[in-house]
């Protein structure tokens, strides 16, 4: 892929609540754009899956959103989607997983294999819209299928708080708490709901109203964000790319699930983001945050990118 992230945060999609099939809730249509064409973007898919041991689930779930996205105008990336999906249903384990094969690069102690709610949460919301589109009873199982790590109290992806149950983008110890994983693999319930399951819709608003309860624990000087909440050695604060990102979703959240403190936060945390003094700062601390945790040469070696690298 020509870029692992965007610097400038993708905004808040275009949907109508309630119908997964009207938009999807982050705008991720420039990772498929940056590709070139629709073809270019399939060879792009086939090298993505070709290699099992390599494979970056998020990176390919948000490059099928992408092109569903841009399906709506485009009947060749309606196809992308729906091979990309087609390939994410068959590489599902029985239990709906579909892990990593490696050792997570840096930041957190991660070990192969490893499964991310982030990661079951986009699958999720691909399925249920390719397969709502396209009629494919299968694909929609395969959706309620993906689900499962994240409706099952037991599973590595949940961590009760006394806030609530959180899902953790990765299954780390001690428990990470990452911010933008939680949320995107909340919408992969949210979207599940919408077709009727019931277990998935009610894990969707308990999770709402525990991000709820939760989000002044990601407040951090002088009103910006943090990225997680793992004991680093210093506070992982986020970058500008994600502060915005954490706005764009609590923007999206506020739509599908009003609340007083989604509203508060975006208030609050876009100001910070639009100034900048904040901005400068953030990065500054973030620079001395990756001092300590550096990026090991192992995530470059191995060719791999995801979207939420913090």
Not at 36 to 46: H, K
Not at 123 to 138: P, Y
Request: proline share 8%; aromatic share 8%; net charge positive.
């Amino acid at each position: 892929m020509k870029s692992a992230v965007r610097r400038v945060a993708q905004p808040v999609g275009r949907f109508v609540p309630g119908d997964p099939r009207s938009g999807y809730y982050n705008d991720l249509t420039v990772k498929a754009r940056e590709l070139g064409t629709p073809r270019d973007a399939l060879r792009e898919v086939v090298r993505l899956t070709s290699d099992r041991r390599r494979l970056v689930p998020v990176t390919v779930a948000q490059l099928g959103l992408a092109a569903w996205t841009l399906g709506s105008s485009n009947q060749e990336w309606s196809m992308v989607a729906a091979d990309v999906a087609e390939r994410l249903a068959t590489l599902l384990d029985p239990d709906g997983r579909l892990p990593y094969l490696f050792d997570f690069p840096h930041t957190y102690p991660v070990r192969a294999p490893w499964s991310s709610a982030m990661a079951q949460g986009e699958i999720v919301s691909l399925l249920v819209r390719v397969g709502a589109e396209t009629g494919s009873e299968a694909l929609m199982d395969a959706a309620a299928l993906a689900a499962g790590p994240l409706l099952d109290p037991e599973s590595e992806l949940l961590t009760r708080t006394p806030q609530g149950l959180v899902l953790q983008e990765y299954p780390t110890e001690p428990v990470s708490h990452v911010l933008n994983g939680w949320i995107f693999a909340l919408w992969g319930l949210y979207d599940l709901g919408c077709t009727g399951d019931g277990p998935a819709a009610a894990s969707f608003r308990s999770g709402a109203e525990t991000l709820a309860r939760r989000l002044h624990l990601y407040r951090t000087w002088p009103g910006w964000s943090r990225y997680d909440l793992f004991p680093h050695p210093v506070v992982h604060v986020a970058s500008p790319f994600y502060h915005a990102l954490h706005v764009a979703q609590l923007e999206a959240m506020q739509c599908l699930y009003p609340c007083e403190e989604f509203a508060r936060h975006v208030e609050r945390w876009s100001r910070t983001a639009a100034s900048a003094a904040p901005s400068g700062l953030a990065v500054g601390r973030k620079a001395m945050f990756r001092g300590l945790r550096p990026r090991s040469g192992a995530r470059r070696a191995l060719g791999v990118t995801h979207v939420a690298a913090p």
